[in-house]
């Protein structure tokens, strides 16, 4: 029929990168779990900035990411915190730390995210905030991301930076670092930052973070 046939180029130095193919097959991602659910639509609230897309494919973005916003209220419980999986009553701190860092992207975005949704995850973070006795990256992800929402834990933040900050590896010094940078400290995030590399060493950890 004219005016239906359509056809992509992808430039790349790297061979068979397939772009195309590969962000139809993230904006039709079936997700079910709290991780796939928020790793396929994140990369959704930015695919606009690079890629030009149809009115219809820039609708489809919307609807997914509003999709995705409402359907993660099936993973929260009472306490604020996210399960892994929707109906469970077992909380995630890993899970509840992605998913929070998704619907406050998706708030400065400008996509409605409840109030109630985040006011309630932000006082489970507090809570944790205050708990020592946890995972390093996952403490000091939920300090970055408190921090990104307005609300820096500042005797949390501290008593990692004076306390722990040997332990810490690159990653998470940048994460100590750029929640200092956003609550206003930037003599500090500076000092940290100094002191960070930017080696990822490889882990396995999977049943704490992702």
Not at 46 to 68: C, H, P, R, V, W
Request: hydrophobic fraction near 35%; aromatic fraction near 12%.
């Amino acid at each position: 029929i004219h005016g239906s046939n359509q056809a992509s180029l992808t430039i790349s130095k790297k061979p068979k990168l397939d772009v195309s193919n590969k962000l139809e097959w993230l904006v039709n991602y079936p997700y079910g779990c709290l991780e796939q659910t928020v790793s396929a639509v994140f990369p959704q609230l930015y695919l606009k900035n690079f890629i030009t897309t149809t009115e219809k494919g820039q609708k489809k973005l919307d609807e997914n990411i509003n999709a995705a916003i409402k359907n993660l209220r099936k993973f929260q419980l009472g306490n604020g915190a996210f399960s892994y999986w929707p109906g469970q009553v077992e909380e995630s701190r890993w899970a509840t730390n992605y998913a929070g860092h998704f619907l406050i992207s998706a708030q400065k975005l400008g996509y409605n995210v409840p109030d109630d949704l985040l006011e309630k995850w932000q006082k489970y973070q507090k809570y944790q905030a205050r708990i020592t006795e946890q995972n390093l990256t996952e403490r000091v992800y939920r300090l970055y991301l408190l921090a990104l929402n307005g609300q820096a834990e500042f005797g949390a933040m501290n008593l990692l930076k004076e306390n722990e900050i040997n332990k810490l590896n690159d990653t998470q010094k940048w994460l100590l670092a750029g929640a200092y940078k956003l609550a206003g400290l930037e003599n500090t995030a500076k000092q940290i930052a100094s002191e960070a590399g930017i080696q990822v060493k490889e882990y396995e950890n999977m049943d704490v973070t992702y």
